[in-house]
């Protein structure tokens, strides 16, 4: 009697079983099988690995190249600001009353001109720029224009402030006139300049920010970046941010401000990269094809003989903006990886180049544990399962709740707030920030004990939140401290709904054993300056928010709004 044949083998296994004589041939189709079965098991993961590494590069590098934005952002507001009021100054057929530091205007040590030369010693630590007027007798015109310059000076201690990074913040004028901060002695200023021009406007390659902003070259008026040049006296390498100033057609000069470009330093390490090089580069036109160095990882350039992009990179103009012509994206080029950020503000890119085996050995890197363990994890998966995801759920929570009032913590704020951030910049949704906190809470725990002031937490907690939309994310960030982010708010709705909120808490009781307490709170209300503006800079507004309310007595509603 013959053996029966096995029903569930399919028929291409059984004619194999017949032609190689039995279990060998079914042993090596088996062991074939697994090891086919091993292989995907482990392409899979490794492709997958290999394009979320990629996929995480992305978001460095386009984080680098948006911190490098945002720091442009920051001195193009400045300047826009100057130029904006440095307009209103000069609207003609409007007065302009005469700066408090005219009574400072006079000649200094010999030096030509006029200057803040006569600026008492009790007033010499608070000044913050100097002006300087070469001419002896000065017209009606260049007197209003010497006025605005003086009312300038606030802006710019305001500039420098705001933006440590900020070498000088200037006016420059078409006549004989100028005002830079920080303070410069005329004399040193005279020293250093060639033909009549300060020294600090000296730039190389003849690059004259007048030029640049007067109506033969600059029609449109509009705000220009220089390209990066080391600054003479200091050997920093500066970049100039300048904007034309009109008096209805009439050209009267330009304002401007220098940055220091030693943050790009932090911007390009690639510490926390796999490898490879960050390079920014400037091209004058939207083709990479002439783009040259600007700045590299571990590299210092010299910008009068910066090389090409292209040179760096080994490749042909063609190559370039063949690899590069997706911006944002990876592209490979023979043994590396290639990806461009634009910068589009200065006309700037960030170019990130990585071996391809690099990127390997860190996936290779990361899978490693995973391969070692993964034998024992698939024999325990189906006993813990419950178990683990019970364990995740709660992992979560804990991660992102605070523990005693059940409201977010400040990592899920923060995290919060950068989505808000993105989609404000994606589409201009713009969303408020509302900081408050429990006035003298300190007593309640003091007279109560901190039971009832846990109870008080807990209670403040279900008020708030109740009265706000589900959109909207309530956290605890500190003892009696709480944030409210509002998506989609504009100033006054954020005001309205802070009002609303103080309210609220103002008739709320607590009941804790046999104390009946009641307590109120203090908020301050804030939204962006704009769409890049930096979320822990939105954040520091509302606390200086909130501290204006406690100042202002507790119990109340202050705002700190950039456009007011």
Not at 234 to 243: C, E, I, K, N
Request: hydrophobic residues 45%.
């Amino acid at each position: 009697m013959s053996p029966s044949r096995p029903r569930l083998l399919p028929p291409l296994t059984l004619r194999l079983h017949h032609l190689r004589g039995g279990a060998t041939w079914l042993s090596f189709g088996a062991l074939l099988s697994l090891l086919i079965i091993i292989s995907v098991l482990i392409l899979l993961p490794l492709r997958a690995q290999q394009r979320a590494t990629m996929a995480d590069l992305r978001e460095t590098v386009v984080a680098r190249a948006t911190l490098i934005q945002s720091r442009l952002n920051e001195v193009s507001y400045q300047v826009q600001i100057q130029r904006e009021a440095a307009e209103a100054l000069l609207e003609p057929h409007t007065p302009l009353p005469p700066s408090p530091l005219s009574a400072y205007l006079g000649s200094s040590d010999g030096a030509p001109g006029l200057s803040l030369a006569l600026v008492p010693s009790e007033l010499v630590p608070a000044r913050v720029g100097n002006l300087v007027l070469n001419a002896s007798a000065a017209s009606p015109d260049l007197q209003r224009e010497t006025q605005m310059a003086l009312w300038l000076f606030p802006l710019h201690r305001a500039a420098l402030r705001t933006t440590p990074d900020l070498a000088w913040v200037y006016y420059l004028s078409a006549g004989p006139l100028y005002a830079v901060s920080p303070w410069v002695p005329v004399r040193e200023l005279h020293d250093r300049s060639a033909g009549g021009q300060p020294g600090f406007l000296l730039r190389p390659n003849n690059d004259d920010l007048l030029t640049r902003a007067a109506p033969a070259r600059n029609p449109g008026r509009a705000a220009f970046w220089t390209q990066p040049y080391v600054d003479p006296a200091s050997q920093q390498l500066l970049v100039s941010h300048g904007a034309p100033v009109y008096e209805g057609r009439h050209f009267r000069g330009m304002v401007g401000a220098d940055l220091r470009l030693g943050f790009l330093q932090q911007a390009l390490d690639t510490r926390h990269l796999s490898g490879g090089r960050l390079l920014l580069v400037r091209s004058p036109t939207a083709s990479l094809a002439e783009a040259r160095l600007i700045a590299g990882s571990n590299q210092r350039i010299n910008p009068r003989i910066a090389p090409t992009l292209a040179m760096q990179l080994g490749l042909n103009a063609g190559e370039l903006d063949d690899k590069l012509a997706q911006s944002g994206e990876f592209r490979h080029s023979g043994t590396r990886e290639l990806i461009a950020v634009p910068i589009p503000d200065a006309g700037w890119w960030l170019v990130y180049e990585v071996p391809s085996g690099r990127i390997m050995l860190s996936v290779l890197e990361q899978l490693q544990p995973a391969a070692m363990v993964v034998a024992v994890l698939l024999l325990l998966l189906v006993f813990t399962y419950h178990r683990l995801h019970r364990s995740t759920l709660a992992l979560q929570r804990l991660a992102m709740r605070d523990p005693l009032t059940g409201a977010f913590n400040r990592r899920a704020l923060f995290e919060a707030m950068e989505r808000e951030r993105a989609r404000y910049r994606r589409g201009g949704h713009l969303y408020g920030l509302i900081m408050a906190d429990i006035d003298f809470f300190k007593q309640v725990n003091d007279l109560y004990g901190h039971a009832a002031g846990d109870e008080v937490l807990r209670v403040i907690t279900r008020v708030l939140q109740t009265d706000l939309r589900d959109t909207d994310l309530l956290a605890r960030v500190g003892g009696e401290e709480f944030v409210i982010l509002l998506p989609h708010s504009d100033p006054a709705t954020a005001l309205a709904t802070a009002e609303r909120l103080r309210h609220q808490v103002e008739q709320t009781v607590v009941q804790s054993g046999d104390n009946t307490i009641q307590v109120t709170i203090s908020l301050g209300v804030t939204v962006p300056a704009y769409a890049g503006e930096e979320i822990d800079l939105t954040y520091q507004r509302a606390d200086v928010a909130l501290y204006s309310a406690k100042f202002s007595g507790r119990n109340c509603s202050k705002c700190f709004f950039m456009h007011e």
